[in-house]
T-cell receptor, first 111, second 115 residues
């Protein structure tokens, strides 16, 4: 069965520093989704990537999907305390199916 | 446009009782997904429904769990005779459905505690 591996499991960065979170699949993905979850709350949709080589940015967050559509990275530039939370990558093998998720990366930003 | 609504947000049940979790999808969304989040296990798919139909229930435990999405009203996840292991956060997500994009919007979750 398909699995998503996220790394690192947790991350502590100083405010203002850049960071990268990775998500790797054993199989080719139809779509790759990034979500953020604050402790005790629901998931907030960040970005979806579908095409090999695709890159999307929103404010200080950039997500990329590799050409083979098996690996994605999420990059945060000049981190702020508001970026703290759990980042989850999700993926589906085809449209209209349920997502599988990685175990998440917990990000803490120290000021 | 209101987001995905779930209620209750917190639910406490004693072992053997029934738990009913409700999910109202975003306006215009006809696809609903239920996920369960257990500590240390991450978010796991349970069931996928469209109006009046169960499309995929491969992640649903075979016993005690059931789900429905009637023509009118919210989707319901029902857990009968709850056990302590059912304690978890249950999330509902909705998507517009057909068209190739599977962008799922999540509700705030229902946190079930079984005493």
């Amino acid at each position: 069965s398909q699995e998503l591996e996220q790394s690192p499991q947790s991350l502590i960065v100083q405010e203002g520093k850049n960071l990268t979170i990775n998500c790797t699949s054993s199989k080719t993905l139809y779509g790759l989704y990034w979500y953020k979850q604050k402790y005790g709350e629901g998931l907030i949709f960040l970005m979806m990537l579908q095409k090999g080589g695709e890159e999307k940015s929103h404010e200080k967050i950039t997500a990329k999907l590799d050409e083979k559509k098996q690996q994605s990275s999420l990059h945060i530039t000049a981190s702020q305390p508001s970026h703290a939370g759990i980042y989850l990558c999700g993926a589906d093998k085809q449209a209209g199916t349920a997502l599988i998720f990685g175990k998440g990366t917990t990000l803490s930003v120290s000021s | 446009n209101a987001g995905v609504m779930q209620n209750p947000r917190h639910l406490v049940r004693r072992r053997g009782q029934e738990a009913r979790l409700r999910c109202s999808p975003m306006k215009g969304h006809s696809h609903v997904y239920w996920y369960r989040q257990l500590p240390e296990e991450g978010l796991k798919f349970m069931v996928y429904l469209q109006k009046e139909n169960i499309i995929d229930e491969s992640g649903m435990p075979k016993e005690r769990f059931s789900a429905e999405f009637p023509k009118e009203g919210p989707s319901i996840l029902r857990i009968q005779q709850v056990v302590r292991g059912d304690s978890a956060a249950y999330f509902c997500a909705s998507s517009p459905g057909a068209g190739g994009w599977n962008e799922q919007f999540f509700g705030p979750g229902t946190r079930l505690t079984v005493l």
